[in-house]
């Protein structure tokens, strides 16, 4: 839940000290930069996160372009985060995005990681792939690589009437051969 006085009470006690309404540890003031694709969600998202660290004495500044512009930009070091929709239906775009070297081309090399992708990614048994996946995800994690704010997997709701229903591999709906039984 947001809790903003436990917030700031954990960055008091990780030296991050109010400094007249920014926080500052060591001479470092805490503000950095996100840069995200612009549409309506992202930069709704973007507002609800700069006004909640705001809140707590970080500053956030904010920037945003189309995906044709935003995109080659991550390859430049003028930012600190990004806000993206990496959404798949299948892990494997977990190795696209952070197997060394990344799709930035800058991951350095990190043997927990790549090799529970390469793992993940070879396994024939689904059980194995998906304790293979879930090593890779804590590995993630624990490098602070990512930082999962929501998901918006999809859902596809039928009756049992629907007959001819099938999934894809990526889980889009075949809409061919479809009948409803009577």
């Known amino acids: 839940p947001y809790d903003p006085d436990k917030a700031k009470a954990l960055l008091d006690a990780a030296g991050w000290k109010d400094d007249g309404g920014m926080r500052a540890k060591d001479g470092a003031q805490a503000k ?25 004495g970080i500053q956030v500044d904010v920037g945003t372009a ?11 070091p003028d930012w600190d985060m990004d806000l993206n929709r990496w959404t ?8 696209q995005l952070f197997r060394s070297p990344g799709h930035r081309q800058l991951l350095p090399p990190n043997p927990a990681i790549d090799d529970a992708l390469d793992a993940a990614d070879t396994a ?9 996946v879930s090593n890779a995800q804590m590995a993630i994690l624990e490098d602070r690589m990512i930082l999962p704010l929501l998901t918006d997997w999809p859902m596809t ?15 889009y709906v075949y809409a061919t051969d479809l009948k409803i039984a009577e």
Do not use: C, H
């Open 66 to 76: 189309d995906w044709g512009t935003f995109y080659p930009g991550l390859l430049k």
């Open 88 to 95: 798949w239906s299948d892990p494997s775009v977990m190795s």
């Open 32 to 56: 950095f930069t996100i840069r995200s694709y612009a549409d309506s969600t992202t930069e709704r998202a973007l507002a609800v996160i700069q006004a909640n660290l705001g809140d707590i």
């Open 157 to 171: 709701v039928t009756r049992t009437a629907l007959q001819g229903y099938r999934l894809d591999y990526l889980g």
């Open 124 to 132: 024939l048994d689904p059980a194995k792939r998906m304790q293979f």
